[in-house]
């Protein structure tokens, strides 16, 4: 799953759904690579109803091909209690740290850094909320970028599914796709979605 530079997320639907799914795609056959799922303890599920999703702790995992409930996942995204700007650690399927994301204080259009497991900063997030443009900047250079496709009208307005591109165009190391894909996801399930 992690060795393409190309991915295409579409989020299921749901109207008062209390977790996110979302498929992983190839984005020019549409064929399934996998599944990242919001999967938070049944506690923080039930607080969702009276707390705001954004200030509670959530993991999302990611499976790999079709999930099933015996899937084991490959890649971890966890954040923990957001009151000011939590940290989110990214793990491998073994537990080991791959990286983490925090969001920068001070940031107009909507940014957050990305680091290495070594807490390096590796790359800088940044883009448009609103308008859904973000880039994957490593030393001042554009390395990818993550734009989201329009659904429809239907979609856009009566639910808040959104479908988008991760898209990964400058040179990367073994383990970098792990971080940007976590990295496109957590714009959506862990910084922007409201709930």
Request: glycine residues 10%.
């Amino acid at each position: 799953m992690f060795d393409r530079k190309s991915f295409f997320i579409r989020e299921h639907v749901g109207m008062f759904k209390l977790t996110d799914t979302y498929d992983i795609l190839d984005p020019e056959t549409q064929e399934p690579i996998g599944v990242a799922k919001e999967q938070p303890g049944a506690l923080v599920k039930i607080l969702r109803l009276i707390i705001s999703k954004q200030l509670l702790p959530t993991t999302v995992n990611f499976y790999e091909g079709e999930y099933t409930p015996d899937s084991a996942p490959v890649l971890t995204l966890k954040r923990g209690v957001a009151l000011f700007r939590a940290r989110c650690t990214i793990s491998d399927g073994d537990g080991k740290l791959v990286g983490s994301l925090l969001r920068k204080m001070f940031s107009l259009g909507g940014a957050f850094r990305v680091f290495d497991a070594a807490d390096n900063e590796f790359a800088l997030v940044k883009g448009d909320w609103k308008g859904w443009n973000f880039k994957f900047i490593v030393d001042g250079e554009e390395i990818g970028s993550v734009t989201k496709k329009w659904a429809g009208l239907g979609k856009e307005l009566f639910t808040s599914a959104d479908n988008y591109i991760i898209d990964i165009t400058g040179d990367t190391e073994p383990g970098d796709c792990e971080l940007l894909l976590a990295a496109g996801i957590a714009i959506d399930t862990v910084f922007k979605e409201k709930g």
